[in-house]
């Protein structure tokens, strides 16, 4: 079995290659390429990558190249966890937002539509190659803003699952409260990506025990707590918001944070400094400490098991991926990305029913679904029009001084990347 990873010169990729030695049963990887154009941090990680298979046993091969072409022709699956202008993009995303009173944030709002319009057309650009050398494989999305970036890839025909790791790390969080294995969790996790709500905690399957109202009663204080939300508010939901809520339901407290501390850019790209450091350390062979801090949790395991499922293996019966919503919410078009439970097999990913949902989180499902209509089309014929009006359908945003102002910063900051710009 042959898989690519594009985006393989990232600080993250080691997690993924522990994740690959560790679960070699699950996934039986014979050969694993990565692909990046900085040749650099690519020869550091390669050799990382390799070390931590050999200490592992695991007799996979291990190869770089910035030939995307050669990288992925004959690929079984295509992992994609690239990013357009890296941190120094990422750092614009989080701060410029802020001169106009809006969260700078790098996957939602109008940092997350930057980052959108950067990364489709190189995405859709990649995925074509992938289809002229090997039009069987899979696609599996982890780049960011993952929903726009899915849609795009399904949108053009390409076989393509997204990925995040939210998800997964509230089934460890709760497996760990409940004192069971993290496979007897079950999480009815329904929205869209990064706009997620956790309905209920099932214990041994879709139809097992809802633990989530004992959960809020015994831990309410320590889930809030760690979503930087009040938990009279978690109590008044009675469901667990992902952490990206909090720029929806405390957008100006958040602002105000964002104005006073360092950005979360300039902290990624310091331990990015620190791990590329380590990495190349010719007695390393393990993954870092610090690349807990890093972010993408458990994204190896979560990855391992969709790869596993999507490829005829053991993956798990049910994963949270984003794929078509084809009626499970019924208020969305057919053609919109969700992230909810879904079997996965060599045909794809199916979502599990959903039950009817709270119109206070249907409501804002909708109007981020119709915002995403309009990213994607921003980013796929480009004018500031599109921006402005994209810009201006978000809930985080709204209002039509804040939509122009952000818009000329937005392509001020990114003409580089725009080519229409």
Known sequence: MKLAVVGGGSTYTPELIDGFARLRDTLPISELVLIDPAADRLELIGGLARRIFAKQGHSGTITTTSDVDAGVADA???LLQLRVGGQAARLQDETWPLECGCVGQETTGAGGLAKALRTVPVVLDIAERVRRTNPNAWIIDFTNPVGIVTRALLQAGHK?????????GFQRRFAALLDVAPAEVHLNHVGLNHLTWETGVRVGGPGGEDRLPALLAEHGSSIAENLGLPLPLIERLGVVPSYYLRYFYAHDEVVRELRTKPSRASEVAEMERQLLEMYGDPALDTKPELLAKRG???Y???AVDLAASLLGGGGSPYQVVNTLNNGTLPFLPDDAVIEVQATVDGGGATPLPVERL???YAGLIAQVTAYEDLALDAALRGGRDRVFRALLSHPLIGQYEYAEA???RLVAHNREHLAWA
Do not use: M, R, Y
């Not at 393509?160 to 997964?168: E, H, Q, S």
């Open 358 to 360: 709270d119109p206070l």
């Open 76 to 78: 079984d699956a295509v």
């Open 300 to 302: 190896s395991e979560a």
């Open 296 to 298: 993408g949790a458990f």
């Open 160 to 168: 393509a699952v997204g990925l995040c790791n939210v998800a997964i």
């Open 406 to 408: 952000l818009t000329d």
